[in-house]
Nanobody, 119 residues
């Protein structure tokens, strides 16, 4: 059974930094991508950053230049380095992976970790 476990988030001052990590276990096929999503209070869950097995990376416009995603497709881990945090970055962050099995792709989610940016 595939499981994604995120590191603990936390409370950070505006302008501060935080590093989130995620480890996937129970992987039985190729991991196609590793990603982080953000759900603000009362809002929808949206993509923050995604790294593909081929090395391509996508970022949401709001985090470009501030956040950096990295991924290890042998260990099936991903890290989100968040710098220059703003109040609007507050919310729950979810780790996500796409796993390929034959011609199908399956989605898996972590349980989410809370990040609060406030003074």
């Amino acid at each position: 059974q595939v499981q994604l476990v995120e590191s603990e988030g936390g409370l950070v001052n505006p302008g501060g930094s935080l590093r989130l990590s995620c480890a996937a276990s129970g992987i039985d096929s190729n991991v196609y991508s590793l990603a982080w999503y953000h759900r603000p209070p009362g809002g929808e869950r949206d993509l923050v950053a995604r790294i593909y097995r081929n090395g391509d990376i996508d970022y949401a416009g709001s985090v470009k230049g501030r956040f950096t995603i990295s991924g290890d497709f042998i260990k099936n881990t991903t890290i989100l380095q968040m710098n220059g945090l703003k109040a609007e970055d507050t919310g729950v962050y979810y780790c996500h992976t796409e796993i390929q099995r034959g011609s199908w792709t399956f989605d898996y989610w972590g349980q989410g970790t809370q990040v609060t940016v406030s003074s």
